[in-house]
């Protein structure tokens, strides 16, 4: 999943001020995958979830309304509709949150 050409800066600044919508479209766009839906409240028997992807719906789902503008959280559930995509299991809690920290990383250019 190289993503050298994507703006880690602003899809981030997208997310957390609040146009998440945005930044999924823009990583969808990249990617090469269907924009997923994104939608506050959790479904039932996921009580411990901040936030969950749903392949069947397509659809990110959030606890909480302000977890769509933490940046970590999106990126991490967005890792899973990657996966999906790509014709490969959902990817381990692990590896999204590789993902989510590598492209954090990208940004403030931190090892």
């Known amino acids: 999943m190289e993503d050298k ?64 503008y933490n940046a970590f959280i999106v990126l991490h559930e967005f890792y899973h509709v990657i996966r999906i995509f790509c014709n490969r299991h959902r990817g381990n809690e692990k590896k999204a949150d590789e993902f989510a920290l590598e492209f954090l990383q990208k940004l403030y250019k931190i090892k």
């Open 5 to 68: 050409g994507i703006d880690h800066k602003k899809i981030i600044n997208l997310i957390v001020s609040g146009d998440t919508e945005k930044a999924i479209e823009e990583l969808s766009n990249y990617y090469g995958v269907k924009k997923p839906n994104l939608k506050v409240g959790i479904p039932k028997g996921k009580y411990k979830a901040l936030a969950m992807y749903d392949p069947i719906k397509n659809t990110i789902y959030f606890r909480k309304g302000e977890y769509m």
